[in-house]
């Protein structure tokens, strides 16, 4: 395997080939049909179907694949091959891949200038790692928790969190000392229009990786992505509100304000923060 992996069970070492992962505890794992490996457990479940169900994946599925976050995509992407061309053969992981939109972008700039690396896509939705699978072989995908995660203490040179929850004690416990962070998450004007269509009060949220982070990780450096996009119809326009979570909030007079709408124009505003583990 490429990845030192941990028996989600004991947190002993796993091995094998791409078929067959077992421990010394004699827990085994055998490799899902579509190529991903399931490492979670049942009881790091809060539900039945836990992470986004199969809906949420298909519809941010669609609305990625009309290219208005193309342009973020290839930031991220740049910006962690530059990181890795720092390292030598190193060991990547995005945590909380989600269907790994992202994830074949990093595997695509890391592949045109690296010669040798690593990558895997992590995230507790299986709908969401089967979708993955399905649009690149060439990444290590697992189904697995973010909370404790499947890798080896130490093992991991760069990890990006896109979008996700951040969880410090696990970043520090399987980055290498020296190893970098990078995380994506929305400035304060990220869809500003679409909320304020929603809301009668928009709120920003404040948010900070620094104050989650902690002392384990030195901020390094934070860039802004901010461009527009129009989206041109309503199939649009309900594709980009059924994969936020404002699809889940909106109220039944908000949806007859988008509904009228032949067009949306958007603001794009997203932070991407570089962090170094002490």
């Known amino acids: 395997m490429p990845f030192d992996l941990n028996c989600p069970?004991?947190?002993?070492?796993?091995q094998g080939d791409l078929k067959h992962l077992e421990c010394p505890e004699h827990h085994s794992y055998d490799?899902?049909?579509q190529g991903y490996w399931n490492l979670l457990l049942a009881n790091q479940k809060r539900s039945k179907d836990p992470g986004d169900n199969a809906e949420m994946v298909q519809a941010r599925g669609q609305f990625l694949s009309l290219g208005?976050?193309?342009?973020?995509?290839?930031?991220i992407a740049l910006r962690l091959t530059e990181r890795a061309t720092a390292h030598a053969a190193p060991r990547i992981v995005d945590m909380g891949c989600g269907e790994g939109y992202y994830t074949q972008q990093m595997q695509q700039q890391l592949q045109q200038n690296i010669s040798d690396y690593q990558l895997a896509g992590l995230d507790i939705s299986k709908h969401a790692i089967k979708a993955a699978c399905r649009h690149n072989k060439d990444v290590t995908w697992m189904v697995a928790s973010g909370a404790r995660m499947p890798i080896a203490d130490a093992s991991i040179d760069l990890m990006t969190v896109l979008f996700s929850r951040l969880m410090p004690d696990e970043f520090s416990r399987t980055l290498k000392p020296g190893a970098e962070l990078l995380i994506a998450y929305p400035g304060d004007d990220h869809l500003i229009e679409l909320r304020t269509l929603i809301y009668t009060e928009v709120r920003h949220s404040g948010f900070t990786p620094e104050s989650v982070l902690g002392e384990a990780f030195e901020a390094r450096q934070t860039e802004t992505i901010r461009y527009t996009f129009t989206l041109t119809n309503q199939s649009q326009i309900n594709a980009l509100l059924a994969m936020t979570p404002?699809?889940?909030r909106i109220t039944q007079a908000a949806r007859e304000r988008l509904a009228a709408l032949q067009?949306?124009?958007l603001t794009l505003d997203v932070c991407l923060a570089r962090f170094r583990r002490a």
């Open 263 to 265: 067009q949306l124009e």
């Open 68 to 75: 208005y976050y193309q342009q973020l995509a290839q930031t």
């Open 9 to 14: 069970v004991c947190l002993q070492p796993l």
């Open 31 to 33: 490799a899902a049909k």
């Open 246 to 248: 404002h699809g889940w």
